[in-house]
């Protein structure tokens, strides 16, 4: 790109270019920056969104062509996102070239990212309505020696109409079961059935919450 540095003469309010007085003066070309980051919010698990930030030079001069080493590309081919989907254990390298600057530029980056194991699997240890007291400690008593089998993982108590009940039911592992308070938690969730249901679940470490 090139700019003109000239000097003007006026006459009779008329603008007049003195060509001849009138160098040439290079502008330096500022070639566009590109970096990707990984937006999202578990970065080594699938699905995957990569984000491309391209900075001095404008978006609408600008396109996009994204290529991955593992999984594929499941939304956002020729925009600045793009979301992958890959297997646990694949190593995923996503590489983008930008078309549209000054091609003495450099125009690809990549960023890779490996995609970790699956969460373990969380398990329903038992489920029951609304019993004999006798009966429910039953139940709590093999919970928490399930527990104590699994030192790192966190019980579960979801239960289906009174909150009470669960928060009992925690009470009862913490004081006769001699778990500790922050390893049990309790979820509260609409009735589904005339009777108050409860399930109890064991749920290891790196293992997502119950959702049902």
Same mark, same amino acid.
């Given at each position: ?11 009779? +309010? ?146 289906? +109409? ?51």
């Amino acid at each position: 790109m090139i700019r003109m540095k000239c000097p003007l003469t006026i006459l009779l +309010g008329v603008m007049i270019l003195v060509a001849a007085a009138c160098p040439i003066v290079a502008q330096e070309y500022l070639c566009p920056t590109i970096s990707i980051e990984c937006l999202s919010k578990d970065c080594c698990r699938s699905p995957l969104e990569f984000v491309a930030h391209v900075s001095n030079t404008s978006s609408t001069s600008v396109s996009y062509k994204w290529a991955i080493s593992a999984g594929r590309i499941v939304k956002g081919q020729g925009t600045p996102s793009i979301k992958v989907v890959s297997k646990p254990g694949e190593i995923v390298t996503a590489t983008l070239e930008v078309y549209g600057p000054d091609p003495k530029c450099p125009r690809v980056a990549s960023i890779t990212q490996a995609i970790c194991d699956p969460p373990p699997p969380i398990r329903l240890f038992a489920q029951y309505e609304s019993i004999w007291r006798v009966n429910e400690e039953s139940h709590l008593d093999r919970f928490a020696n399930q527990l104590h089998n699994e030192p790192g993982a966190r019980g579960y108590i979801v239960i289906y +109409g009174e909150r009470s009940r669960g928060d009992d039911a925690k009470n009862y592992l913490v004081a006769n079961g001699n778990i500790e308070s922050d390893r049990i938690v309790v979820v509260n969730r609409k009735r589904l059935r005339s009777k108050v249901t409860i399930k109890l679940y064991v749920v290891p470490v790196g293992a997502y919450p119950p959702h049902g």
